[in-house]
């Protein structure tokens, strides 16, 4: 839900503040790949939860997700 809401946040940014339609583009551009990212490291992060035995080798897409 926080990053949903996060998402809702940086969307009304990019609506309000002004900016020249190159800079909009590219600010919707981040915001949703900001969003893709976060949740992908959250699913992530959920898959390393419920793993019986993680291991190293478990967090190489986490760490790909979060640098």
């Known amino acids: 839900m926080l990053i ?16 020249s339609p190159a800079d909009r583009e590219t600010a919707v551009e981040l915001t949703d790949r900001i969003t893709v990212a976060r ?3 959250w699913f992530a992060e959920e898959l390393l939860w419920r793993a019986e035995d993680p291991g190293a080798g478990d967090l190489a897409p986490l760490r790909g997700l979060k640098p």
């Open 4 to 19: 949903d809401m996060d998402y809702g946040w940086m969307r009304a940014e990019e609506v309000t503040v002004e900016l």
């Open 39 to 41: 949740d992908r490291a």
